[in-house]
T-cell receptor
Framework: GIQVEQSPPDLILQEGANSTLRCNFS?????LQWFHQNPWGQLINLFY???GTKQNGRLSATTVATERYSLLYISSSQTTDSGVYFC???????????????FGKGTHLIIQP | NAGVTQTPKFRVLKTGQSMTLLCAQD?????MYWYRQDPGMGLRLIHY???????AKGEVPDGYNVSRLKKQNFLLGLESAAPSQTSVYFC?????????????????FGPGTRLTVL
């Protein structure tokens, strides 16, 4: 199956700083999603981004499918950005996502006031 | 819309006991999933369903069974719980056939069920 690696595993920043989180995957994909798991455990979908760039407020994401990586940018960090950020791709190469997702181990982000 | 809901939120079992976790979604989604999350790990797929009456195995299906008798509900059963099944269980859903968009495979997650098996 597809392997997903995220870096860095941990990141501690001061409020107002910018950060870049990286996701590498081992095979071509047609579906990539970024999630934020808040300190209470809730998983929120941030982006569905199989290729290209998307922006949503202070967050943006870029996926370069041909080079098998995706980046999540967080600008002007706030304490509410703390939590774990996961990227996920289809479990099966042939799947568009119907077969479920495989997740990286996540980046644990702590934003200090 | 309530989105994806899970029942119960917490449960403690003894080894060998059985239980059923209920997932419900009100988004008219075709696909539903059960994942487990262990400390320091990403989520791993247990079972999934691509429609009412269908189920399929994911990465870690052993020790679990599922049923999808109604489109909006997806049940996860543990017939004989083991300590290795102590985990947080998440249900997710995706794909509304009637509102097919470019983001149609976006998965929406429930709040999770924290299960401890002693």
């Amino acid at each position: 199956g597809i392997q997903v690696e995220q870096s860095p595993p941990d990141l501690i920043l001061q409020e107002g700083a910018n950060s870049t989180l990286r996701c590498n995957f081992s095979d071509s994909v047609n579906n990539l999603q970024w999630f934020h798991q808040n300190p209470w455990g809730q998983l929120i979908n941030l982006f569905y981004i199989p290729s290209g760039t998307k922006q949503n407020g202070r967050l943006s994401a870029t996926t370069v499918a041909t080079e098998r990586y995706s980046l999540l940018y967080i600008s002007s960090s706030q304490t509410t950005d703390s939590g774990v950020y996961f990227c996920a791709v289809p479990l099966l190469y042939s799947g568009g996502g119907a077969d479920g997702l495989t997740f990286g181990k996540g980046t644990h982000l702590i934003i200090q006031p | 819309n309530a989105g994806v809901t899970q029942t119960p939120k917490f449960r403690v079992l003894k080894t060998g006991q059985s239980m059923t976790l209920l997932c419900a979604q009100d988004m008219n989604h075709e696909y539903m999933y059960w994942y487990r999350q262990d400390p320091g790990m990403g989520l791993r797929l247990i079972h999934y369903s691509v429609g009412e009456g269908t189920t399929a195995k994911g990465e870690v299906p052993d020790g679990y069974n599922v049923s999808r008798l109604k489109k909006q509900n997806f049940l996860l059963g543990l017939e004989s719980a083991a300590p290795s099944q102590t985990s947080v269980y998440f249900c997710a859903s995706s794909y509304d056939e009637e509102w097919h968009t470019i983001n149609t495979d976006t998965q929406y997650f429930g709040p999770g069920t924290r299960l401890t098996v002693l």
